[in-house]
């Protein structure tokens, strides 16, 4: 027989940030002395006429040879059905003009590229909270058409990207690279083969 551990509440714990400081009307609260910048949002306009999907999920961030800092993001969507049960915009393929190329019809999620000026961040850091970042260089789709790409993992120099998806014919990892400056063909991994894929670790 074991004996029921006599656990108290916590009462005393406090959070070690100290509290969070109300910031109405503003997209987050945060602890007096930290301070946010807004990179991009939903709706943004993207190089190549598209625009910035919804549901950001697993992300890689590199160094590329000017300094600048590239972000892969990945964007856990599905189908057409599968966003709206779930309320999320497919604003990304305006009137369904799916990009070329891509992987698969009808299927909203992918990879997006962000490219940061640092020094610029830092600026933004710096000014008010909350607002809106002037660090942008540039930005573009990278994989298009594939189904909810959740996470993935940094593999040398290029974020391989998975799909946790049953859908037939998905559920596959896809290799992209920072220096993908315009939408490329999907670069399926397959002889990893086909499952509802979290995450990579090497």
Known sequence: LTQPLNRQPDRAHKNPLGPIVANPGRLLELPKGFTFTIIQQ????????????????????FEDSNGHWVLLRNHELGTEAEC?????????????????????????????????DPAALTQDFQSETGSRSKAVVRSNLVLAGTHQNCAGGMIGNTWVT???SKLPGHGYAFITRPSDTTLVAPRRIQSWGRFVREAVAM
């Not at 939903?42 to 961030?61: I, K, N, V």
């Open 162 to 164: 998975c799909e946790e």
């Open 42 to 61: 939903a709706g943004d306009p993207l190089d190549g006429g598209f625009q910035m999907p919804e549901q950001p999920d697993g992300m890689c961030c």
């Open 84 to 116: 709206a049960k779930y309320g999320y915009s497919t604003l990304a393929f305006p009137l369904n003009q799916f990009p070329t190329p891509r992987y698969r019809d009808q299927v909203y999620g992918g990879v997006t590229r962000t490219v940061l």
